[in-house]
């Protein structure tokens, strides 16, 4: 290099690293094409790097967009009863919610009428507490049916939400005069069943959730890292 003297490659010895990338430097600065080509390469990674970034950019904001319309969608009564039939209609989480909507209308029944509400004013506050639109529009037959002297079981029998064994203790506690003990027995099975049924789901479900975050951040790392050992592999090339 011509501006460079003793002493100066003497000062860049002395610093480890820097005489290697000083070499390189001068021989960049005596082949001007190879300069070019990189500059090249730059700005075209460069480029990459923008538009992928800017393609994750307007997927969030679409994703975002489209989940904020759905959670305001699912809001509204029409929407919360879409969401409760596609969700019954699940065969896991159908049964799951069934159970448990069954249990809490039991439960309901049971302390009201323990408390001397008769059956027909108990039933319609029963049903208040159901969060399943399914099942809530089931039991709000119930009433009219009660009401023209049927019994309670001979009601719930053609409903078909209702299982029948839940269906044959209130029978059982309808001929026995004990109604309100057996629904407390039907409350407790299903409240139990219900336990029982989110343990296992519990259990299902978390090896499948470390699954489904492993990839999600594997993802993320390959389209973070993915451009830039492109660009490397094209710089190396040239």
Known sequence: ?????????????????????????????GMPGRGREDRTIGVRGTREVAGKVLADGFLEVALGIGGFASFRFFQTPEGKALLDRTIFGIPVLGSVVQK????SFTRTLQTLLTA??????????????????V????????????ESGKSLSAVLTAIPVFPRMAVQM??????????DKMLEKVADFYESEVESAVGTVGRLVEPLMLVVLGGAVAGMLVAMYLPMFKMAGSGGGM
Do not use: F, H, W
């Open 1 to 29: 290099a011509p501006n460079c003297g003793p002493k100066m490659t003497e000062r860049l010895i002395a610093l480890p690293g820097l005489e290697q990338q000083y070499a390189q430097v001068m021989v960049g600065v």
């Open 135 to 146: 099942i809530a529009e089931a039991v709000a037959k119930v009433r009219g049916e009660v």
């Open 170 to 179: 209130i029978s059982v506690g309808e001929t026995t005069g004990n109604l």
């Open 100 to 103: 448990g909507a069954i249990a």
């Open 116 to 133: 001397g509400v008769n059956l027909i004013d108990a039933v319609d506050i029963a049903r208040s507490t159901v969060d399943n639109i």
